[in-house]
């Protein structure tokens, strides 16, 4: 676990950084050079893994008294959520340096919160589930309420913190149901079919844990939360916990839903249903009402979780791989949304009338990743819809909801549609927070390749499992 170990001492060491290094530029120009150095450590550890399962012929390795399994799938998206940290810290860095005074310490909660995602994504014992829910969990309270100068992000912060502390009081009591139904937090030791009278204990332990997994990844209607935290917090630490966080929480759901509780299905698989429509439905009717961008975005952050639900309830091969194409699409979507929102000084859809006259190429990147974020064809975010449908039609017993979520899609159009109108059929003189560098145009260009890049070969990313 090399990634891990890692990143818990870049985080350190930026801490160590923010003791003594006083330009705030240097902390961004570090930070890009550790993420950067992360990225390979995890390739470097995805090769050994590899190599070392086809020469052994096993299905993953175990770490920390079996606790920890990595295997090449769940290596692999590690470096991608590593890969995707670093073309966020690159394009949010200057917005990161003016949120506060405390710019390393930022940095280092970054990097800690990387480490919660490494275990989220390689746990084979509910108590590193656990861990690195609460290590993702805790600096994102931090990062919420960093901006000491906007009374909306105290706010922000407040209801993130109390809202995850009673998401984890419920995890941890589905946990301690499960331990007296099962006896066991190794998850490759459940046996549900000697569980006897004790099957009421296991199955409301699964559903205790649907309902904190729906906290966290803003499932209606546990999502009341998120449009006022997503909104107050600063906006580059809104972009990070709509996208790298949040699917990174997926990924750990999935897992444990697929390898541990896919037995039961016909137990759980209906209440995650109804979670879903109603994810669905809300999202995307409520983000149709919205005047902010922002908080749009907060709103179609839970219509997107709704189909990210979708690989949950199917829990099979297609929708293992179409978590990734999900994860990937969905997050530099909406990175490059955020940067391009990060540079308005209105974000309101009247701040972005006539964008197009006056700065098209912001326009123009804006609107590639909206048509990705409605599931427009040739776009990452087509295929990654397909592979949640597909998933979905599979496992074959949620026909309706499939039928839900492409209706959603459509009323998705609207709501992203109208930014882009604004952007292009509109008169108007938006103004600009900041300037556009060389530098942004060159990274928005990266998210607008790889939107068209995944969205006609995503087999390319498939094939490195």
């Given at each position: 676990?090399?990634?891990?170990?890692?990143?818990?001492?870049?985080g350190?060491?930026?801490?160590?950084?923010?003791?003594?290094v006083?330009?705030?530029?240097?902390?961004?120009?570090?930070?890009?050079?550790l993420?950067a150095?992360?990225?390979?450590i995890n390739?470097?550890?995805?090769?050994?893994t590899?190599?070392a399962?086809?020469?052994?012929?096993?299905?993953?390795?175990?770490?920390?008294k079996n606790?920890?399994k990595?295997d090449?799938?769940n290596l692999?998206?590690?470096?991608l959520?590593?890969a995707?940290?670093?073309?966020?810290?690159?394009?949010?860095h200057?917005n990161i340096?003016?949120?506060?005074l405390h710019?390393?310490?930022?940095?280092?909660?970054?990097?800690?919160?990387?480490?919660g995602?490494?275990?989220?994504?390689?746990?084979?014992?509910?108590?590193?589930?656990?861990?690195?829910i609460?290590?993702m969990?805790?600096?994102q309270?931090?990062?919420?309420?960093s901006?000491?100068?906007?009374?909306k992000?105290?706010?922000?912060?407040l209801k993130?913190?109390?809202?995850g502390?009673?998401?984890t009081?419920?995890?941890l009591m589905?946990?301690a149901?499960l331990?007296?139904?099962?006896?066991?937090?190794n998850?490759e030791?459940?046996?549900?079919?000697?569980?006897?009278s004790?099957?009421i204990?296991?199955?409301?332990?699964?559903?205790?844990?649907?309902?904190?997994?729906g906290?966290?990844?803003?499932?209606?209607p546990?999502?009341f939360?998120t449009?006022d935290?997503y909104?107050?917090a600063?906006t580059?630490f809104?972009a990070?916990m709509a996208?790298?966080?949040?699917v990174?929480?997926?990924?750990?759901?999935?897992?444990?839903f697929?390898?541990?509780f896919?037995?039961?299905?016909?137990?759980?698989?209906?209440?995650?249903g109804?979670i879903?429509?109603?994810?669905?439905?809300?999202g995307?009717?409520?983000?149709?009402?919205?005047?902010?961008v922002?908080?749009?975005?907060?709103?179609?952050s839970?219509a997107?979780a709704g189909?990210?639900?979708?690989?949950?309830?199917a829990?099979?091969a297609?929708a293992?791989?179409?978590?990734?194409?999900?994860?990937v699409a969905?997050?530099?979507?909406?990175?490059?949304l955020?940067?391009?929102?990060?540079k308005?000084?209105?974000?309101?859809y009247?701040?972005?009338n006539g964008?197009a006259?006056t700065?098209?190429?912001?326009?123009a990147?804006?609107?590639v990743?909206l048509?990705?974020?409605a599931g427009?064809?040739?776009?990452?975010?087509?295929m990654a819809?397909?592979?949640m449908?597909a998933a979905l039609?599979?496992?074959?017993?949620?026909?309706?909801?499939?039928i839900?979520?492409?209706?959603?899609a459509a009323v998705?159009?609207?709501?992203?549609f109208k930014?882009i109108?604004?952007m292009?059929?509109?008169e108007?003189?938006?103004?600009?927070?900041?300037?556009?560098t060389v530098?942004?145009?060159?990274?928005?260009?990266i998210?607008?390749?790889l939107?068209?890049?995944?969205?006609?070969?995503?087999?390319?990313l498939?094939?490195c499992i």
């Amino acid at each position: 676990m090399k990634p891990l170990i890692a990143s818990a001492l870049f985080g350190i060491l930026m801490m160590f950084a923010a003791l003594t290094v006083k330009e705030r530029r240097s902390f961004s120009v570090f930070a890009l050079v550790l993420l950067a150095l992360l990225t390979g450590i995890n390739i470097w550890e995805l090769a050994e893994t590899r190599q070392a399962l086809s020469s052994n012929n096993m299905g993953g390795v175990y770490f920390f008294k079996n606790m920890v399994k990595v295997d090449a799938f769940n290596l692999w998206f590690n470096t991608l959520m590593s890969a995707l940290t670093l073309l966020y810290v690159g394009l949010m860095h200057r917005n990161i340096e003016r949120v506060g005074l405390h710019v390393g310490e930022y940095y280092a909660l970054i990097f800690f919160i990387l480490s919660g995602i490494y275990l989220m994504s390689t746990f084979n014992n509910l108590l590193i589930l656990f861990l690195g829910i609460e290590l993702m969990s805790i600096p994102q309270y931090i990062l919420a309420g960093s901006d000491k100068r906007n009374l909306k992000s105290s706010e922000a912060s407040l209801k993130y913190f109390l809202m995850g502390a009673f998401s984890t009081g419920i995890l941890l009591m589905g946990m301690a149901l499960l331990y007296a139904a099962l006896r066991t937090f190794n998850i490759e030791q459940f046996n549900f079919s000697m569980l006897g009278s004790n099957t009421i204990l296991a199955v409301a332990g699964i559903i205790l844990m649907i309902i904190s997994f729906g906290f966290k990844v803003s499932a209606a209607p546990m999502h009341f939360w998120t449009p006022d935290v997503y909104d107050g917090a600063p906006t580059p630490f809104t972009a990070f916990m709509a996208t790298i966080v949040k699917v990174a929480i997926f990924f750990g759901f999935l897992s444990i839903f697929k390898n541990a509780f896919y037995t039961l299905q016909g137990t759980w698989a209906l209440v995650l249903g109804i979670i879903t429509a109603l994810t669905l439905i809300i999202g995307n009717l409520t983000a149709v009402f919205q005047q902010s961008v922002k908080r749009m975005l907060a709103y179609s952050s839970i219509a997107q979780a709704g189909f990210m639900l979708f690989a949950i309830i199917a829990s099979n091969a297609m929708a293992s791989k179409g978590i990734l194409v999900y994860a990937v699409a969905y997050s530099v979507a909406t990175l490059g949304l955020f940067a391009v929102l990060a540079k308005m000084k209105d974000y309101t859809y009247d701040g972005f009338n006539g964008l197009a006259k006056t700065h098209p190429y912001l326009a123009a990147a804006a609107a590639v990743f909206l048509l990705s974020l409605a599931g427009i064809p040739a776009t990452a975010g087509f295929m990654a819809k397909y592979y949640m449908i597909a998933a979905l039609i599979e496992d074959g017993y949620f026909i309706w909801l499939v039928i839900l979520g492409l209706l959603m899609a459509a009323v998705s159009v609207y709501y992203y549609f109208k930014v882009i109108m604004a952007m292009y059929f509109r008169e108007g003189t938006p103004e600009l927070a900041h300037p556009v560098t060389v530098a942004d145009k060159i990274l928005l260009g990266i998210c607008v390749a790889l939107v068209f890049a995944l969205g006609i070969l995503p087999d390319m990313l498939l094939s490195c499992i």
